[in-house]
């Protein structure tokens, strides 16, 4: 299938206008896309255009591409209309099977049959996502990390049925955006960095039902400990770091036995009514009468400081 090169991509049509949907639009208009955002309620654009907003104030610190302005957003409740002119499509509808199902089902013959069309999807399978779309070829999963403007991530994968050029050209594109394109070789669900997470959490909310430790406490551990580290190398050249002259290897003979026994004993811990109650009233703590704006704004300008600190001295992995 011959399709655009990466660099005659002129219009990106964004589908969905949650935080993911509003975010990838941010995203584009600032690298200098024409961006068509198609809104399944038109009453949602007013907040997709504060999403964008919000974002454009780091954007802007970041650094914009020629000519890219918020201005260049176009909203449409029509679907047709939205991927007609498209030169890539990304989709950020909620995180139900079915829907995206029908969705891509439409999908499939309304946009252009070279143009790949990629799900921001958090864990489903591209293969169920095309199982109902007539050119399942050309879709893949492009699942971002939010927010999808600062988070340089991108797991992707195709389906059973996902032309292998598909998959490259998008993570060429990906790449071309400032994105940092990881493919995976296999439809694993949680993919990778929500699955090294979704570990994480496991152990938090363990601590939390055995009275083991608080949410805070948790909080503090991560954000002062691992937190950092990991910002600049993951788990594993972590380690080998760690284990000193001997690096990896001496860390493998020396911790190893020791963690048969942790590994071991955890299990799923039981979501019950008390654990909710303790998390939510915990993060109430935290917020200390910061509304979502402030959070998210608190939670950006740290990421920038990341990303600055990634520029000066680079990643270790
Ligand atoms: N929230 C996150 O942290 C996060 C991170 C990475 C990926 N994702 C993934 O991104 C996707 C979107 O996540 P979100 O948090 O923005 O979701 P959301 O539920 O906040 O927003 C979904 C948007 O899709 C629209 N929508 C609903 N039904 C639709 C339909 N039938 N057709 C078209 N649009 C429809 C909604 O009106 C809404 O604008 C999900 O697949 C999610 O797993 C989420």
Not at 185 to 197: D, N, Y
Not at 204 to 230: C, F, K, S, Y
Request: proline residues 7%; negative net charge; aromatic residues 8%.
């Amino acid at each position: 299938m011959a399709r655009k090169s990466v660099d005659q991509v002129r219009q990106v049509t964004s589908i969905g206008a949650g935080p993911i949907g509003g975010g990838w639009a941010a995203h584009f208009l600032a690298q200098g896309y024409d961006v068509t955002a198609y809104l399944h309620d038109p009453a949602e654009e007013t907040g997709l255009r504060r999403t964008v907003e919000t974002a454009w104030q780091c954007l802007s610190q970041i650094g914009l591409a020629p000519g890219a302005s918020p201005s260049r957003l176009r909203c449409t409740s029509d679907l047709g209309e939205a991927v007609a002119e498209a030169d890539f499509v990304q989709e950020s509808v909620p995180e139900i099977l079915e829907v995206k199902q029908a969705l891509y089902e439409q999908l499939g013959s309304l946009v252009p049959a070279d143009v790949v069309i990629s799900s921001s999807t958090s864990g489903l399978s591209m293969s169920q996502i095309q199982a109902r779309c007539a050119t399942p070829e050309r879709t893949v999963v492009g699942h971002p990390f939010n927010p999808p403007y600062l988070l340089p991530l991108v797991e992707m994968i195709g389906g059973e049925k996902t032309d292998p050029p598909a998959l490259d050209w998008a993570a060429d594109f990906y790449r071309h955006v400032g994105k940092a394109p990881l493919v995976l070789t296999k439809e694993v669900p949680g993919f990778v960095a929500t699955r090294l997470q979704e570990a994480v959490w496991r152990e938090a909310l363990h601590m939390i039902e055995n009275g083991e430790a608080t949410p805070e406490q948790i909080d503090i551990a991560m954000v002062t400990g691992p937190g950092p580290r990991w910002a600049f190398a993951g788990p594993c050249f972590t380690y080998h770091i760690g284990g000193g002259e001997g690096g990896m290897a001496y860390c493998l003979e020396q911790f190893g036995p020791a963690l048969k026994f942790p590994w071991t004993r955890l299990e799923a811990p039981e979501l019950s009514d008390d654990l909710k109650t303790q998390l939510i009233a915990a993060c109430d703590r935290m917020a200390q009468d910061r509304d979502f704006a402030q959070l998210s704004g608190e939670r950006d300008k740290g990421l920038i400081a990341v990303a600055q600190a990634w520029q000066k001295i680079g990643k270790l992995t």
